[in-house]
């Protein structure tokens, strides 16, 4: 029994060197947290396995190929939720965790930083960072029209909505100092 043993601990220690010696050769003595990496890439791949099951599950056919309108509603919604989630005012409990807070960054939205903890890090990461956390937010608006395309719909409408009633504001707001020269 400690020979089928000997050769697996071998292995293990050895692709423990070579993870290792890549981390240290890819930081390039930056502090990277690889390994918070990989757990939410494990993570992901989970989540999209899960909702893919329920898909299959449903029995629901799958469309041909996405419909044009479809992909632009699920872009402006993806944007608009992304920065809700990862910016906003409002949402800065959902990140506090995970983040601290540096000072505002445009209307309505602040300025985080992931906190150095190796455990908090990555998520902190995630949850500041738009362009992240959009993976997250596209897949499940994905998984939405997949399972329950009304009401996925409906809510892409309202977030589509309020992404243009944002550059309403904001074009408002720029022509309001334009024209009075504040």
């Not at 502090?31 to 899960?50: E, H, K, Q, S, V």
């Not at 500041?128 to 892409?156: D, H, K, Y």
Request: proline letters at 7%; hydrophobic letters at 40%; aromatic letters at 6%.
């Amino acid at each position: 029994m400690n020979t089928a043993t000997a050769p697996d601990s071998r292995l293990v220690r050895r692709l423990r060197g070579i993870m290792r010696r890549t981390r240290k050769e890819y930081e390039a003595g930056h502090d990277r947290p690889l390994g918070g990496y990989l757990m939410a890439m494990a993570g992901f791949a989970a989540y999209t396995a899960a909702w893919t099951s329920a898909v299959r599950r449903g029995g629901r056919p799958l469309p041909e190929r996405p419909q044009p309108w479809d992909v632009v509603l699920t872009s402006v919604a993806t944007f608009r939720l992304s920065r809700l989630l990862s910016k906003a005012s409002v949402t800065s409990p959902l990140r506090a965790p995970f983040t601290r807070y540096v000072g505002p960054q445009g209307p309505g939205e602040l300025h985080e930083e992931a906190q150095p903890d190796q455990g908090r890090h990555t998520v902190g990461e995630l949850t500041t960072c738009p362009f992240c956390i959009s993976v997250w937010v596209a897949s499940t608006l994905t998984a939405g029209q997949l399972l329950s395309p009304r009401a996925t719909r409906t809510a892409m409408g309202a977030l589509t909505a309020l992404a243009g009633a944002d550059a309403l504001q904001l074009a408002y707001g720029a022509l309001v100092k334009k024209t009075t020269g504040d």
